[in-house]
Nanobody
Framework: QVLLVESGGGSVQTGGSLRLACAAS????????MGWFRQAPGKEREGVAT???????NYADSVKGRFTISLDIPENSLYLQMNSLKPEDTAMYYC????????????????????WGQGTLVTVSS
């Protein structure tokens, strides 16, 4: 059973930076997709960035050039470096994972994944 635990959320001012981390356990497949998703109050969940186990990344247009997703496979850890934060980035951020070839090939922010963490809150004040 996959277990995902996020950390690193907090409160920052506009223009600040945060680094989110996700510790994964129970991952037995070599091919998988991991990603960061977020949900702001009153809004639907949206994909932020994804990375597959080959290191291919994809980003939502709203975060391109500001956020960087990375994967440390030996440590089973996923990261999201968030720079130039804006108030509209305020949301609960979730780490997600789905194993298997289908997820590996179709690893995009617009495709929800199978397993989810509990989330970590990011608040950006103006």
């Amino acid at each position: 059973q996959v277990l995902l635990v996020e950390s690193g959320g907090g409160s920052v001012q506009t223009g600040g930076s945060l680094r989110l981390a996700c510790a994964a356990s129970g991952v037995t497949y070599r091919s998988y997709c991991m990603g960061w998703f977020r949900q702001a109050p009153g809004k639907e969940r949206e994909g932020v960035a994804t990375i597959n186990s080959d290191g291919r990344t994809n980003y939502a247009d709203s975060v391109k050039g500001r956020f960087t997703i990375s994967l440390d496979i030996p440590e089973n850890s996923l990261y999201l470096q968030m720079n130039s934060l804006k108030p509209e980035d305020t949301a609960m951020y979730y780490c997600a994972l789905e194993a298997g070839w289908r997820a590996f090939v179709g690893c995009f922010p617009g495709r929800p994944l199978e397993s989810w963490g509990q989330g970590t809150l990011v608040t950006v004040s103006s």
